[in-house]
């Protein structure tokens, strides 16, 4: 239906985007954020039309879609707000002191956008990081054009979706070039982006494969740039004693919802359960495999992601000493994901690297370890994670240091009696983790800090007032804060 764009068609896109972008980012922050406001209604426009599209494209419920598009919207009009306040500008400014010896020149920095940035959108969500999602919101709040390669899974959903930015850029009176939309099922069309020479960045959201290859094309260039990818998690959770001695059923069932939300088909899916050997945990491995019994197995994104989840869930429960626990008793459909808790001991974990790797679907193995210094060790073997959660008491959290420590050093989040599915879009969010979760683990893709993966630093030194972007002069005519001096303000200089 879709046609893949020709080298030829995407040199002449980033030239335009090129010239595009020297235009953009002169647009004042409310001038974006406008930009930004009207994506968002025209998004929230396209109605049922848009939902019955990708409820076909990608078998995921009408609600699930409906509350995507909802969060969608609400990301555009809250980096829209970012952006016009102005704080992640990180905008500085020390004063000149002339009769220092030497004479301390006038110094004020700012971030300054990068240029035109790529878009890969993601299979798993169609609309909140995908074509209007939170990588092409940054992108364009910081100032860059953007040109977002449709995912070929639901590519009519990002056209439809394509379409409505279109039509915001027009009303917005925007130089042509400041979006642009191109479909390509094959990896040459994700090379030949990448490895343009006016492409400045990349935002990625998906596997390990296809993010690492994407910051290998970035690193080959003649001048490498910075690949944003975000490249999936086992996510896991650790279970400590008194903690499970009192909460077992509660916990299990928490486990199980989390496991098998969403066809176990989000980035944040916790994949790996960490206990310690005792009744208690012989309990709670009984009660989560009754609740994944009474799981309906649902409709995954497509037909490549079924069979990814049969291969690997078939792989992972064929490795030595790993033993099924449960798996739904509902008769599964062709294209379903059938839910799925495997068990193994920590010895054969730490022995074992496959079991490691991430199994994309409803399926997560328990291990069980003989002690907290096993535990821990399992903590300290393991990748660079999105999330990873400690179910514990304040007294367990206390008397563990050494688990809690080697625990930080591998996530990005760290969630104490809770689950890892359900990521808030706020500031103080951090979507993000070591390698191999991330490729920049210092960045977040969730929240308005988010939009600083797509500027940098660039510091004016001796510059008059009126020659000074409105960001930087004395006056502060945005009325945003600063840092003055060393002191936080939104006073003049």
């Known amino acids: 239906m879709f046609k893949d764009s020709t080298p030829a068609e995407i040199d002449t896109m980033l030239n335009q985007a090129w010239k595009a972008f020297h235009e953009y980012r002169k647009y004042s922050l409310k001038q974006r954020a406008d930009f930004m406001r009207t994506i968002a209604i025209e998004l929230e426009n396209t109605g049922d039309a848009l939902i019955q599209i990708a409820m076909r494209e990608t078998h995921l419920p009408e609600a699930r879609l409906r509350g995507e598009r909802a969060r969608t919207i609400f990301q555009l009009n809250s980096y829209a707000q970012a952006c016009e306040r102005g704080d992640w500008l990180e905008a500085k400014i020390d ?27 993601a299979s798993n969500f169609p609309f909140a990081y995908s074509t209007a999602g939170g990588d092409t919101a940054c992108a364009l709040a910081a100032g860059c054009p953007v040109i977002v390669k449709a995912h070929p899974a639901h590519p009519e959903t990002s056209e439809t979706v394509a379409r409505a930015i279109l039509a915001a850029a027009d009303k917005c009176k925007l130089p042509n070039g400041v979006f642009t939309h191109v479909h390509g099922a094959s990896f040459e069309t994700g090379k030949a982006l990448v490895m343009h020479p006016l492409t400045k960045a990349v935002g990625f959201t998906g596997s390990y494969t296809g993010g690492k290859q994407l910051f290998d094309w970035a690193n080959e260039r003649t001048v490498p740039i910075p690949v ?52 208690a945990l012989q309990t709670f491995i009984h009660d989560l495999g009754k609740a994944i019994q009474q799981i309906a197995p649902a409709a995954m ?29 509902t008769p599964v ?85 809770g689950v890892p599915t359900g990521v808030e879009v706020c500031l103080s969010m951090h979507h993000g983790g ?29 510059w008059s007032d009126a020659l000074l972007p409105n960001e930087l002069k004395n006056g502060n005519p945005l009325d945003i804060y600063r840092t003055l001096n060393d002191k936080l303000t939104k006073d003049p200089c």
């Not at 994104?301 to 008793?329: D, F, N």
């Open 228 to 279: 944003f990818a975000e490249m999936g998690s086992i996510n896991p959770i650790f279970l400590l004693p008194e903690r499970l001695q009192v909460a077992s059923a509660e916990m299990a069932a928490q486990c199980a919802g989390s496991v098998t939300l969403g066809a176990g088909q989000f980035c944040t899916n916790p994949g790996l359960i960490i206990g310690i050997e005792s009744e």
């Open 95 to 121: 004063t000149a002191i002339p009769d220092k010896t030497p004479p301390k020149p006038d110094l004020r920095k700012m971030l300054i956008p990068l240029g035109p940035v790529i878009v890969f959108g």
């Open 434 to 462: 070591p390698f191999p979760a991330t490729t920049d683990s210092r960045f977040t893709s969730v929240g308005a800090d988010g939009i600083k993966r797509f500027a940098r630093p660039l510091a004016f030194q001796n």
């Open 333 to 417: 459909k062709e294209d379903e994901g059938l839910p799925t808790i495997a068990t193994a001991t920590g010895k054969i974990f730490l022995q074992n690297p496959a079991l490691h790797q991430e199994v994309f679907g409803p399926y997560s193995i328990v291990i069980r370890c003989q002690d907290i210094h096993e535990m821990i060790e399992v903590a300290k073997h393991l990748e660079g994670q999105l999330t990873a959660t400690l179910m514990a008491t304040e007294q367990e959290i206390k008397e563990n240091e050494s688990l809690v420590e080697a625990v930080k050093n591998i996530c990005g989040r760290f969630i104490l009696n």
């Open 301 to 329: 994104l497509h037909p490549g992601i079924v069979r990814s989840y049969k291969e690997k869930k078939g792989a992972a429960l064929l490795e030595e000493g790993v033993h099924l626990v449960a798996e739904s008793e």
